[in-house]
């Protein structure tokens, strides 16, 4: 099999889900620092044009979408289980809320203007720029941002439920082993805990802090750094591997032309050719000069598929 690349940068959120992932896991893996805001050419010339953190590199596969990428990589360790049959369906639940609602509550407190300017070390030019970055990229969002007080109460909320449910488990969320649940609730947490003064709020949570010391205690796997353009050169130099056949959808089969977009926000069109799309994903073929024919995944969840105009 060919190398696990993860597109990546250190402050992501999402990314620290699949580091985590990756540790709990103790997979091997190349790194691959890039932009936190646009342009991002070499991650577009990957994906075809979706420009969220993180992505996930194997050969010519590229696969979008933490939820996505969660399942692959249980598909190639299968050990933890991250979707263990006593949690089949309250840990993907839980997931889907914590990837959506949780961060979205934890966005604005993170985002404080005197945590931005700390996170950016009074650079005014810098913060701007990141700023004007995601305002574009949640522009025709149906979810927009939500405000301060709102936020810092629904955040509240959760972690209180989160400290109570907390005090009677075990080490995760359902029992000794880490399901996809413990690392989507903790992606958003770690997001606010990390920055300067909103982090103290989890002074008064001492479950939550042992909980999210168990999961720092799984590491983040074995990794090794490389470019951007070596990254584009192993997946020129590769072939797609298609694990999947077929269409579960009546109006489109394999060989259509068609759209791909996330429904959330930054929701960037991706063109190619269907090659398969199954109850999970929808799998596409395109050609880039740089990173040549890939096959580009998106999970079937909050993402629309249209036929190409
Ligand atoms: N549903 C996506 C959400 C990813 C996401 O929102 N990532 C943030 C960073 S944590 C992002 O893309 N921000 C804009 C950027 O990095 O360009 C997933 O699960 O991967």
């Known amino acids: 099999m060919s190398d696990i690349i993860l597109h990546h940068y250190p402050a992501s959120p999402f990314a620290e889900k699949i580091r985590c992932i990756l540790g709990a896991k103790q997979l091997a893996w190349k790194s691959v620092i890039i932009p936190r805001i646009m342009p991002k050419p070499d991650v577009v010339a990957l994906t075809g044009g979706y420009r969220k953190t993180p992505i996930l590199?194997?050969?010519?596969?590229?696969?979008?979408?933490?939820?996505?990428?969660?399942?692959?990589?249980?598909?190639?360790?299968?050990?933890?289980?991250?979707y263990p049959a006593h949690a089949a369906m309250s840990?993907?639940?839980?997931?889907?809320?914590?990837?959506?609602?949780?961060?979205?509550?934890?966005?604005?407190?993170?985002?404080?203007?005197?945590?931005?300017?700390?996170?950016?070390?009074?650079?005014?030019?810098?913060?701007?720029?990141?700023v004007a970055d995601r305002a574009?990229?949640?522009?025709?969002?149906?979810?927009?941002?939500?405000?301060?007080?709102?936020?810092?109460?629904?955040?509240?909320?959760?972690?209180?439920?989160?400290?109570?449910?907390?005090?009677i488990s075990?080490?995760?969320?359902?029992?000794?082993?880490?399901?996809?649940?413990?690392?989507?609730?903790?992606?958003?947490?770690?997001?606010?805990?990390?920055?300067?003064?909103?982090?103290?709020?989890f002074n008064a949570y001492p479950n939550i802090r042992q909980w999210m010391a168990n999961i720092q205690a799984l590491g983040h796997g074995h990794s090794t750094d490389i470019t951007s353009s070596?990254?584009?050169?192993?997946?020129?130099?590769?072939?797609?591997v298609i694990s999947g056949e077929g269409s579960v959808l009546p109006d489109f089969k394999p060989g259509d032309a068609i759209v791909v977009a996330p429904t959330d926000y930054g929701m960037d069109p991706v063109q190619g050719t269907m090659l398969y799309c199954n109850e999970y994903e929808v799998v596409l073929s395109r050609r880039d000069e740089r990173a040549g024919e890939v096959a580009v995944h998106f999970p079937r969840v909050n993402y629309a598929i249209k036929k190409a105009e």
């Open 170 to 201: 075990a080490a995760f969320l359902f029992g000794n082993s880490p399901t996809i649940a413990d690392f989507s609730v903790y992606h958003p947490l770690w997001f606010v805990a990390t920055k300067p003064v909103v982090g103290e709020i």
């Open 91 to 130: 840990a993907e639940a839980i997931s889907a809320w914590a990837d959506a609602a949780l961060f979205q509550a934890a966005v604005p407190l993170a985002f404080l203007p005197e945590v931005l300017a700390q996170t950016f070390a009074g650079k005014e030019a810098d913060m701007q720029a990141f």
């Open 136 to 167: 574009a990229m949640r522009k025709g969002s149906p979810s927009p941002r939500l405000p301060l007080a709102e936020a810092k109460n629904n955040f509240t909320l959760f972690i209180n439920n989160l400290e109570r449910q907390l005090a």
């Open 230 to 240: 070596e990254a584009l050169a192993i997946a020129n130099g590769s072939t797609a």
């Open 57 to 82: 590199q194997i050969g010519a596969n590229i696969i979008c979408d933490t939820a996505l990428i969660a399942r692959k990589l249980n598909a190639l360790a299968p050990m933890p289980d991250l």
